[in-house]
């Protein structure tokens, strides 16, 4: 199984440097830009998807209809309300330098809270991971891992941290990923050794860095709770 995870593009909330959360912002130009060259390099590469799954917020529905739109017979759009960003409570709204004057308290923290917005009526990180937990399982299941399956998920830079921690079933820390806007993350599993192995590639945005005409990648193997098999 192949399993893409997208940050959805540029929006008008990033554009200016606003606290967003469940505030529904529309892509801001280079954001659309930024999600077509994604579609024309998936349908380049002749990228298939059994699945396309989209946060319901403006940002990243817009990023996955543009994507589809240049794909080949793309399946329909399913939207999972799991998928959202963070709940960030009294944050939302919040320009990042009055984050700082107005909030002080966020910016104190060590950087393993950085995603934890109870404090600010918002979701803590166990409160994101649990409902993202809670409907994985309807989208990927161990019998699907080494199935030809694609799936395609868009979401968020916070959200992602979630999927990608449940898809490489790390139970516990915080996740260090840099998350910019339209990168995307590709998981595949493979079997050696009778344990199931999990691949991570980290894709840049398309726009960013190309290298020898193709995007930027970091890759990155790891036997994340590798499982026997009898």
């Known amino acids: 199984m192949e399993i893409f995870v997208v940050r959805h593009g540029l929006s008008e909330g990033n554009e200016k440097m ?11 130009d280079k954001g659309r830009n930024q999600a077509e060259h994604l579609g024309k390099y998936f349908n380049q590469i002749n990228q298939k998807f059994d699945r396309i ?23 329909e759009i399913e939207f999972e309300d ?4 963070f709940n960030i409570g009294a944050l939302e709204g919040v320009k990042s330098t009055e984050v700082l004057e107005n909030y002080p308290t966020y910016y104190e923290r060590p950087p393993s809270a950085w995603l934890d917005f109870s404090e600010f009526g918002g979701e803590s990180f166990e409160e994101m991971q649990k409902r993202v937990d809670s409907v ?30 449940n898809l490489l079933q790390i139970e516990t820390g915080f996740m260090f990923i840099r998350v910019e806007n339209c990168c995307h993350f590709k998981l595949n599993y493979v079997m050696t050794r009778g344990h199931l192995r999990r691949y991570v590639e980290y894709i840049m945005p398309l726009t960013s860095l190309i290298v020898d005409g193709a995007p930027y990648r970091f890759t990155h193997s790891e036997d994340f709770r590798a499982k026997s098999v009898s």
């Open 53 to 75: 799954l989209s946060s319901p917020l403006k940002r990243a529905k817009e990023t996955t209809e543009i994507i589809a739109r240049q794909l080949e017979m793309p399946p």
């Open 82 to 85: 799991a998928f959202k960003e």
């Open 136 to 165: 994985m399982h309807k989208y990927v299941n161990d019998d699907d891992l080494l199935s030809d399956k694609k799936l395609l998920i868009v979401s968020h830079g916070g959200a992602m941290r979630g999927i990608i921690r």
């Open 18 to 28: 606003i606290f967003q959360g469940h505030l529904d912002f529309p892509l801001a």
